[in-house]
Nanobody, 122 residues
Framework: QVQLVESGGGLVQAGGSLRLACAASGRTFSSYAMGWFRQAPRKEREFVAV????????VYADSVKGRFTISRDNAKNMVYLQMNSLKPEDTAVYYC???????????????WGQGTQVTVSS
């Protein structure tokens, strides 16, 4: 069982940066791949980034590649999403999630946080 709590969202101007954090409970955190997803109003939840259990491997959506960086600290049970050069189209609720393997599909994630709102103004 893993419980996830996101933080770090907010309102930022286009071109700005935010760092999202996800705090995980549970002694097995380091065995999970961790993903970030986002959902904008009237849109489906979409994949943003995933990091494997060790942090050695990452995958990004094309829309955020080169701007966002996912990382994790297994000693602290934390996963992060550094978001730079933010655009208005990045506005969404951002969720962290845990799964047994690196996946781009939200249906393959067993545990989810409650989400944190990111709003990018033009």
């Amino acid at each position: 069982q893993v419980q996830l709590v996101e933080s770090g969202g907010g309102l930022v101007q286009a071109g700005g940066s935010l760092r999202l954090a996800c705090a995980a409970s549970g002694r097995t955190f380091s065995s999970y791949a961790m993903g970030w997803f986002r959902q904008a109003p009237r849109k489906e939840r979409e994949f943003v980034a995933v990091i494997n259990w060790s942090g050695a491997n990452t995958v990004y959506a094309d829309s955020v590649k080169g701007r966002f960086t996912i990382s994790r600290d297994n000693a602290k049970n934390m996963v992060y999403l550094q978001m730079n050069s933010l655009k208005p189209e990045d506005t969404a609720v951002y969720y962290c999630a845990a799964t047994g393997w690196s996946s781009l599909k939200p249906d393959e994630y067993a545990y989810w946080g409650q989400g944190t709102q990111v709003t990018v103004s033009s």
